[in-house]
C-alpha cells in the first residue's frame, strides 16, 4: 500500500513539464524554482507518468468485476413467496491477476488492482419458478471514518454507495441422483441491473529525495517535501444476464457453476494536486513545485463471464464462496464472500 500512495504521489507531482502526454492530462509548474533545470527530472517525470498510466488502466475493470457482485446464492430456487432470505456479502474485483503468474514475465512496477464492494442483500421468492434478489449499500465517512491517519497519508472524505436487483427464472427443478448423497440442484437463468460510485479523498505529505539535478550548472541531491492531496471517484452502471447449474451433495454442500455476461458504462477519474520546496544542505531553498494531474479510464463495455461457487448449509444460515471470471480477457476475477439466513 505504501508503495501505491508513494507512485501515486510522485507521478502527480512531477507531470507534464514541457513534455507532451499522450495519456490524461498532467501540469508541473517549476516557475517557483528558476535555477534547477527541468531537463534535469525529464526523465524521472516521463517514467512515473508511464508507472502511473499503466497502472490506473487496471482499475476500471475491477470496479466493472465488483458492480457486477453482491448476490453469491447456491439455491437454484428460493421457492414461492414467502420465502426469503437476508444476509450481507462482500465482493472484491481483482483485475491483472496474471502478475502472479510466474510463466508470464511481470512488467516492472505494474501491480494488481482491487476494488471492494461490500453489501447487504435480500430476496424473496415470487410464483412459477421466479424469485428477486436485491443488494444495497450507502456509507459515508460521517457513519464511520476508516482509521488512516499518518503523515504521508490522512483519509480526508469516504463516500460509497452501491445497489442492484437481479431477477431469476428456476427452469429446471431439483432433481434426486443418489438418495440422501447426491442431487442436481436445478438451472436457473437471470438478468440485473448494478450500480455503484463513490469517491475517496486522500491528503498528506511525502519526502523524496531526487538524485543528480543539475542546479545552475552543477549537479546535487536534493530534497522535495510534497504536500499533495488526490480524490479517486468511480461511477459503474451495469447490466447482466447468466445461467447457472447447481448441485447439492448430502444436504451440507452446494456446488453452481456457470455463464454469463456483463455490458458496463462508467468511469474511473483520479486528480491530484501538490505543492513543495525542494532543498539542498548546500545550496539552501531551491524555490517551489507545484503539480497537478487528471487521470480518466473508462471500463470495457463487454465482459464474458464464467461463474462458480460453493455454498454451505447450516440449518438457516447459508456461507458462500463465489468467483467470478472475466474469459474476454482471462486475467481479471472477483471473488465473493456472503452469508445468509434463508426462510
Known sequence: MKRILQTVLLTAIFSFLPITSAYPWLFVDMSQAPIVSPSGIATTIAELDNV???????????????????YPIGDALI????????????ALGCANMK??????????????????NPV?????????????????????DAIYRPPLNQK?????KFNFYSGGLKLRKNLITKKEILPNLLSFGGFTIAAGANYMEGIIGINGSYDYTLSG??????????????????????????VNAEAVAYISFLWIFDLYAGFGFALTWG?????????GPITNAVVGSLGYINARCEYERKPKPFMGLFIAGLEINIWVLKLTFETNVNITNGK?????????FQF
Open 332 to 340: 481479471d476475477i472477483s471473488l465473493q464472500l456472503g452469508t445468509r
Open 52 to 70: 502511473m498510466y499503466k497502472n490506473f488502466r487496471n482499475y476500471p475493470g475491477a470496479f466493472a468485476l465488483a458492480n457486477v457482485g453482491g
Open 267 to 275: 468511469n474511473l477519474k483520479l486528480d491530484g494536486s501538490g505543492v
Open 120 to 140: 447487504l442483500n435480500f430476496g424473496f421468492g415470487l410464483k412459477g419458478g421466479f424469485d428477486l434478489l436485491f443488494k444495497l449499500m450507502i456509507f459515508t
Open 99 to 116: 502478475h502472479y503468474d510466474e510463466n508470464i514475465p511481470r512488467e516492472k512496477s505494474i501491480y494488481p488492482a482491487f476494488a471492494p
Open 213 to 238: 539535478i543539475n542546479v545552475s550548472g552543477g549537479y546535487y541531491d536534493v530534497l522535495f517535501t510534497a504536500y499533495y492531496n488526490f480524490n479517486l471517484k468511480w461511477l459503474m452502471i451495469g
Open 79 to 90: 421457492g414461492d413467496f414467502p420465502h426469503m432470505y437476508f444476509g450481507v456479502s462482500f
Open 152 to 156: 504521508s497519508a490522512k483519509l480526508s
